[in-house]
């Protein structure tokens, strides 16, 4: 399995950018896919999650309403949309996918997640 994420940028505060992560090796029908960010200096952090088929998102508390976490089937790419971004969600963004069966309370664990792909930066900035 390998991911292969991108659509970072840089965006003024309130902007949007949507990033994407093209998933290769297995099909996305039946999956957990994460995204997750991390700063210098600091543990990489949970941004969103869900499980396909029929599960809800679960998002951090610092993005919700703002992100969204979506698929593309047909092009086996899971996409994290971000919308009225503020300078705090200046980070390096990783998507990654759990191999396991996860239940929702573990979605914001970076341990279950196997697999990750190389980040794209994101920074926030006027």
Same mark, same amino acid.
């Given at each position: @399995? ?11 505060? &309130? &902007?949007? +950018?949507? +990033? ?16 997750? *960010?991390? @700063? ?7 941004? #969103?999650? *869900? ?5 809800? #998102? ?7 309403? *703002? ?5 593309? +089937? #047909? ?33 914001? *664990? @970076? @341990? ?15």
């Amino acid at each position: @399995v390998q991911l292969q994420a991108s659509g970072g940028g840089v965006v003024h505060p &309130g &902007g949007s +950018l949507t +990033l994407s992560c093209v998933v290769s090796g297995r099909t996305l029908s039946r999956s957990v896919m994460g995204w997750f *960010r991390q @700063v210098p200096g600091k543990e990489r952090e949970f941004v #969103a999650a *869900r499980r396909w088929p029929g599960g809800s #998102a679960v998002y951090a508390d610092s993005v919700m309403g *703002r992100f969204t976490i979506s698929r593309d +089937l #047909a092009k086996n790419t899971v996409y994290l949309q971000m919308s009225s971004l503020k300078a705090e969600d200046t980070a390096v963004y990783y998507c990654a996918a759990a191999e396991k069966s996860l239940i929702t309370s573990q979605f914001r *664990r @970076v @341990v279950n997640y196997e697999t990750w792909g190389q980040g794209t930066q994101v920074t926030v900035s006027s």
